[in-house]
Every structure is written in C-alpha cells, then in structure tokens.
C-alpha cells in the first residue's frame, strides 16, 4: 500500500507542467506519505508481545518538595498531549495534587494501537532546570520526576493468590468533594511476597478505586517479575542503569539556555515548548532504533 502511494507519487512528478496547486498536493501527498512510513518502521521495531498492549504510565516527584511536584504536573501535561496528539484513549486512574501545585503521584491508563511499545521509551528520570516561579529570588533549580511505564496485563497473565493480598482502607486526601473526605473509600492493595503497592483514590466509590488500583496493581507486579528474569540475562543488564534512580534519561533546561537532551541517544533540540505540548516522538524513535541495535548487536 504504501509502496503503491510512494509509486503515484513519484509518477505525478514527474509529470510536465505542474501548476502551484499540484504541487501543493504533492508536498502535503507525501508529507501524510512520510509520517505514514515512520509509524511503520516504528511498528516494525516493536516485535515483543507486551508492546501491542494497552499500558499504564506512572509519574512521581523526586526529592525538592514543590519544585519536583510542579515538574511531575508538567510532565503529565506534556505525556496527556502526546496522548492526544496520538488520537489515543486515557483514563487517570489515580492522582493525587499537591497543596502549592503540580502532583504528589499519577497513575494514567493509556489505551492505543503500541501503546506500550512507544511509552516504554519514556521510563526512567526526568531532570529540570530552570528559574523557580517558587523562589522569591528568582534563583535556578533543579528538579527530578521519575516516569515508570508498564504493560496492562490481564489477571489470567499474573496469577495473584487472595492471600498474598493486603488491602487497606482510608481516606483520601484529593479534590472531589466532601464525600471523597469523609468516607474511607481510597483503596491501598500490597502483594506481600514482592511488596508491590498500588493505590487509587480518584473515585467516590471504594469498589470503582479497588479495581482501578487492581489494573495497577497487575501492571507492576509483572514487571516487577518481568525485571527479576531479566537480571539474569547479562545481554539485558547493560540497559538497567537507563531507568534506575538517579540516571536520568533526559534533561529539560528552560535556563541560562533552552535545550532538551535524551542522554541515551544524544537527540536534543532548542524547542522546549514543543515537546511540553508533547511533541517527543524523535526521543522515542531513536531510543527504539538504539534498542533494536543492541538486540540485534549485544555486547
């Protein structure tokens, strides 16, 4: 199909006597032509089972207080507008705002065609600097937000035994009402043999936060055993230090100069607003092309 497309295109250009109008067509022809062939090379890199699948994207301030919690805000912004962009679906399972702004933590339900494959691009820490709207001296600081990214796994792919479940009740602490306060309806699920957590506390509904910290709480424990089998295959323990704590992935820098930079493939660009509206599709394809290279070529 596309093939036959690049093939029309071709043909119509080189066709005498083109006027302004059809070659206006042609630009914007090939322009969608382009965009088309990247999403397939993309899809193309994307052969693990887990990157077809819906995913959940978690986002949670480092240590700063209000400067990291307001960078956590921003960054679920830029991650809600690549969703959109995407003509994804999302549902905000669990997110809890911070008193003087942005958020303490945010679990979102991506839903979309490689979901996984593209987000996964995204785990690891996020590092700001810029001058603080927080600081009355206008003094630079730099803040930290770490961004996780798993799979939704189904509960006949995670086997988890009502025993090995702790679940607690209370009350939570968000916007949404005086019931939301009063009620001890926030849900708190920990599976004791790995001590995964999850939490929701989004919905009046304690029944509703139980099955959305549920989701989450699939997600995490298959990673959590996901990385436990990958620990023991050497080809796949180079790549850990891209998302343990403190290595971060990518660096913001609104000041003394503008520039972002993934530090795993050295793409970077001057463009700050744009990837803030979620225009991070260039971080993500080169990660995945670094990723299909070293599958194909281990050290």
Same mark, same amino acid.
């Given at each position: 199909?596309?093939?036959?497309?690049?093939?029309?295109?071709?043909?119509?250009?080189?066709?005498?006597? =083109?006027?302004?109008?059809?070659?206006?067509?042609?630009?914007?022809?090939?322009?969608? =032509?382009?965009?088309?062939?990247?999403?397939?090379?993309?899809?193309?890199?994307?052969?693990?089972?887990?990157?077809?699948?819906?995913?959940?994207?978690?986002?949670?301030?480092?240590?700063?207080?209000?400067?990291?919690?307001?960078?956590?805000?921003?960054?679920?912004?830029?991650?809600?507008?690549? #969703?959109?962009?995407?003509?994804?679906?999302?549902? #905000?399972?669990?997110?809890?705002?911070?008193?003087?702004?942005?958020?303490?933590?945010?679990? #979102?339900?991506?839903?979309?065609? &490689?979901?996984?494959? &593209?987000?996964?691009?995204?785990?690891?820490?996020?590092?700001?600097?810029?001058?603080?709207?927080?600081?009355?001296?206008?003094?630079?600081?730099?803040?930290?937000?770490?961004?996780?990214?798993?799979?939704?796994?189904?509960?006949?792919?995670?086997?988890?035994?009502?025993?090995?479940?702790?679940?607690?009740?209370?009350?939570?602490?968000?916007?949404?009402?005086?019931? @939301?306060?009063?009620?001890?309806?926030?849900?708190?699920?920990?599976?004791?043999?790995?001590?995964?957590m999850a939490q929701c506390q989004n919905e009046r509904s304690?029944?509703?936060?139980?099955?959305?910290? $549920?989701?989450? =709480?699939?997600?995490? #424990?298959?990673?959590?055993?996901?990385?436990?089998?990958?620990?023991?295959?050497?080809?796949?323990?180079?790549?850990?230090?891209?998302?343990?704590?403190?290595?971060?992935?990518?660096?913001? @820098?609104?000041?003394?100069?503008?520039?972002?930079?993934?530090?795993?493939?050295?793409?970077?660009?001057?463009?700050?607003?744009?990837? $803030?509206?979620?225009?991070?599709?260039?971080?993500?394809?080169?990660?995945? =092309?670094?990723?299909?290279?070293?599958?194909?070529?281990?050290?």
């Amino acid at each position: 199909m596309l093939a036959k497309e690049a093939r029309d295109y071709q043909e119509l250009i080189a066709l005498p006597d =083109l006027d302004q109008s059809a070659v206006r067509e042609i630009e914007e022809g090939t322009a969608v =032509l382009e965009k088309k062939l990247r999403s397939f090379e993309l899809e193309y890199m994307l052969q693990s089972p887990e990157d077809k699948k819906d995913c959940i994207l978690t986002i949670h301030p480092g240590a700063g207080g209000v400067e990291s919690c307001d960078w956590s805000g921003m960054l679920m912004r830029m991650y809600m507008k690549w #969703i959109e962009n995407r003509g994804f679906g999302y549902r #905000i399972l669990d997110m809890e705002p911070a008193e003087e702004g942005g958020i303490k933590d945010a679990a #979102i339900e991506v839903a979309g065609k &490689y979901a996984y494959g &593209y987000l996964k691009a995204e785990t690891g820490v996020h590092r700001l600097v810029r001058l603080s709207p927080f600081d009355a001296n206008n003094r630079r600081h730099t803040s930290f937000a770490s961004v996780f990214v798993y799979p939704e796994m189904e509960e006949i792919e995670v086997k988890i035994k009502p025993d090995d479940l702790k679940i607690e009740t209370f009350r939570a602490s968000g916007h949404g009402g005086q019931n @939301v306060n009063k009620v001890a309806s926030a849900v708190r699920l920990i599976h004791i043999p790995s001590g995964v957590m999850a939490q929701c506390q989004n919905e009046r509904s304690q029944s509703i936060n139980k099955a959305y910290a $549920m989701k989450i =709480l699939y997600a995490r #424990i298959y990673q959590y055993y996901k990385e436990k089998e990958d620990e023991k295959n050497k080809a796949l323990e180079d790549t850990k230090t891209d998302i343990a704590w403190g290595h971060q992935i990518r660096s913001y @820098v609104f000041h003394p100069y503008k520039l972002v930079k993934d530090h795993r493939t050295g793409v970077e660009t001057g463009n700050i607003d744009k990837v $803030m509206d979620g225009n991070i599709d260039d971080f993500i394809e080169a990660y995945l =092309l670094l990723e299909t290279s070293r599958k194909k070529n281990p050290k």
